[in-house]
């Protein structure tokens, strides 16, 4: 090599000869009304690419080893199978109306709750072969299992009730009104908590008694409730009033509110412990640190596709995947909080607070 060269070959080869970058973790959002989803990098919230369906795209959850990612395009009537640690589209199978989805704890069933057809459909979790079809009224939205996993519950968003179904003997149990138009239930507990998105709160409802009390106020449209990682918090979304707060799962007191326009719907966390969720009338995402004090959200952070639904955050850096609770398999959709707090992974340092134009709202 000539030295007149050496000052443009320099770059180049230290490039060349420096480590491997670490691979940016992954944000996925499905945009329910544009037959789409969208990868994200969520260190700058910019697309990198889309991810074309059928029709309508809804909700998503990890198989039972968490090697691939599950979303249900309800209108299009198929689940496609994503690698989650690249976006790569594996398989797609034809399933009829999958709108909300769950893997029981054992990882033998798959149940799919058909909200336009009126269905509970229960699959071999390995073949997908259909074991049973229940028809237990109008709008299946919702669902969660006992952690024993012999159990299933649904939410029934026209029927204003949970139904609860016995997984081994396929027959429906019982019927309990919980409010007008319950949409998300987990079970925590001991006990199931219910958004009763016709109204403005959540419900708990014993699943040995049937007893139904109310749980805690947020807002109009009270709808989806999930368990942070580390088990210290649950975190709850009101579509109307457009509010995500910070519940106590102890008490189920609310601890915080934040005030968050365009409809907070689904929810994933990070590593760090920071709050991501899709903005529903806005086309966006939005992400809070809730270990802020001030705990001042960022809304607006990264646009995507029309009516942004599931969410799903998958950690990819070096030191993370292994020990970041929700990379287990089965935890991402929220129907399983876990039993007590774990400890914060080492691996997973604070990361800058994020800025924010608003403070936290005082619940009123």
Known sequence: MRLRHLPFALPVLALLLAPAAARADLL?????GEASVSVLDPATRQELRRIPVLREPHHLVLTPDG???????????????????????????????PYHLEYSPDGRWLVIASLRRDQVDIYDAATLALVHRFRPGDMPSHIAFSP?????????????????????????????????????????????????????????????????????????????IFPAPDGRSLFATSRVDSRLAEIDPDTLAVRRVWNIPGGPDCITFDPEGRVWMTLRWQGR??????????????????RVGRSPHGIFFKPRRDGVAGDFTWSMAGVTSGTRPLAAPLAVPPSAARPPVLPGAATPAALR
């Open 28 to 32: 996925f959002v499905l945009n329910s």
């Open 67 to 97: 090697r691939e990612l599950v979303l249900g395009d309800s209108a299009g009537n198929e689940l496609i199978f994503l690698d989650p640690s690249t976006g790569e589209v594996r398989r797609r199978e034809r399933i009829s109306n």
């Open 148 to 224: 024993d996993s012999r159990r299933v519950f649904v939410t029934m968003q026209g029927d204003r009730a949970v139904v609860a179904f016995d997984m081994e003997t396929r027959t429906q149990l019982w019927s309990a009104e919980v409010g007008p138009e319950p949409a998300g239930i987990i079970w925590h507990r001991g006990k199931l908590i219910i958004g009763v998105m016709g109204a403005d709160y959540f419900s708990v409802l014993d699943p040995e008694t049937r007893e139904v009390t109310r749980g805690f106020t947020l807002g109009r449209g009270a709808h989806t």
């Open 285 to 302: 995402i939005a992400v809070v640190d809730p270990r802020d004090p001030n705990a001042q959200p960022q809304w607006q952070t990264g």
